[in-house]
């Protein structure tokens, strides 16, 4: 998934030994995000297989080749000092091409320029790529008057997918996966578990190993198609098809592969996680947001009293799914545990992951339905709240500027939680990706 990058030098004003030192470095600093093509001058043919073009070096021969800048149809990179950034003296140029109509990438952070390479590259690979979601009857089984009402059930939603990034959408049963599972012996699923530390609390060995078939019935339909890098399962609407939940499953794909996951088959929050982890190479999590201005909407379907007590309510949100603050592996999480299930939704049988990220800064992030866009949310993770005997049994307690902003901003009531500060990153990868961000 390495960018591949065309340098382009000036013929009028190049210092050919400070252009070579320049690409030489970056060379070294971009080693695992960008390969180099060969150098050309401005205004020579773009090479096919360039996902853009970088600059290693500007001079003032910039101003006067306005018409070649125009001509390239690539993204175009500065990344002028030996720091893997741009130099603080292209600051006039870059303003000139800007205000000349040139969209002009300048980081100003050698994490921010490594961003930019992982998009690009990542852009290019998604077109080979497949999400897997198994399901049968979407909307049609439990909960069906919540469940019937998502987009991510339409074909409009896969088709968007298709037309936006390349990705195709692979549906099969999962009332058939489901038998499969089960039909793997308890014997399999012990060796299977003898190979895993998997820290649990009150799991019984049936239910651990019903987990555990439903892992290696899942990893058997990746293992017939390598371009798979996604999964997701209607696994509460149509919970009747499996003796468990796919959260452990989730885990261990993620441990072992790589591979994303999508809670419900949400194929749009797929979508989302899927990107911005490997282009931000930093966790992220999906789980359902909770703002405490929804009011009793909210606590009913929790199933708690009253929200935490905190100084301006109406600037927070409970964030959880499926019990708990929100299913992540194992090296996402402060904290990891796997437990018996909390919905009713789900089979007796079935498990859930109990996990917390550190306290801190957060960022939560969404695509919108018609993918020109993205939500990039800054929070603080201030605390965590449980109610015994509810569906909420440790949840989430994200503080954000304006929770009535917020609130007429989102697009689902899912959303993905990245730890830290990422909105500046956000808006680079969401202009590699033809996108516009909002920003709350």
Not at 253 to 270: F, K, N, Q, T, V
Request: net charge negative.
């Amino acid at each position: 998934m390495k960018a591949r990058l065309a340098p382009v030098y000036f013929e009028e004003g190049i210092n050919r030994q400070e252009f070579d030192g320049q690409l030489g470095t970056l060379t070294s600093l971009l080693a695992d995000e960008a390969e180099f093509l060969p150098p050309i001058a401005l205004g020579a043919p773009i090479p096919a297989e360039a996902d853009a073009v970088v600059f290693p070096q500007l001079v003032g021969e910039a101003y006067r080749q306005l018409q070649r800048f125009k001509e390239i149809q690539v993204p175009m990179l500065v990344v002028t000092s030996e720091f893997g950034t741009m130099a603080m003296w292209d600051w006039e140029i870059v303003t000139f091409l800007r205000a000349e109509g040139i969209d002009v990438f300048a980081p100003y952070r050698l994490e921010q320029t490594r961003t930019l390479c992982r998009a690009l590259g990542f852009k290019r690979d998604m077109r080979r790529t497949k999400f897997l979601v198994f399901q049968d009857n979407p909307g049609e089984g439990m909960q069906a008057s919540i469940f019937k009402r998502f987009f991510w059930w339409e074909d409009e939603c896969v088709q968007r997918i298709q037309d936006a990034f390349g990705i195709s959408v692979v549906k099969k049963s999962f009332k058939q996966l489901g038998a499969e599972a089960k039909r793997i012996s308890d014997a399999e699923a012990e060796e299977v578990l003898r190979q895993w530390e998997i820290p649990a609390e009150g799991v019984t060995a049936r239910a651990m190993n019903s987990a555990v078939k439903l892992y290696a019935a899942v990893k058997r339909e990746l293992d017939l198609d390598d371009r798979i890098r996604g999964v997701g399962i209607n696994c509460l609407n149509e919970s009747f098809h499996s003796d468990t939940t796919p959260c452990l499953a989730w885990s261990m794909l993620y441990e072992e592969r790589g591979i994303m996951w999508a809670c419900e088959g949400d194929i749009l929050s797929l979508l989302t996680k899927y990107i911005l982890h490997n282009t931000l190479q930093a966790p992220v999590m999906m789980s359902n947001l909770y703002p405490f201005l929804m009011g009793m909407t909210a606590l009913k379907h929790e199933k708690i009293p009253s929200f935490p007590d905190v100084a301006e309510p109406e600037n927070h949100l409970l964030v959880g799914h499926c019990g708990f603050f929100g299913l992540m592996p194992k090296s996402f999480a402060a904290d990891w545990k796997l437990k018996p299930k909390v919905l009713g939704i789900v089979d007796d049988n079935a498990t859930a992951v109990d996990a917390r990220y550190s306290l801190g800064d957060l960022t939560i992030a969404q695509f919108h339905p018609t993918l020109t866009k993205m939500i990039a949310v800054k929070g603080d993770l201030i605390d965590y709240a449980g109610y015994p005997g509810s569906d909420c049994r440790n949840g989430g307690v994200i503080r954000v500027g304006d929770g009535h902003k917020l609130m007429s901003s989102l697009y689902s009531h899912h959303g993905c939680f990245i730890p830290g500060r990422k909105e500046d990153e956000l808006v680079l990868v969401s202009r590699i990706l033809g996108m516009g961000l909002e920003k709350v």
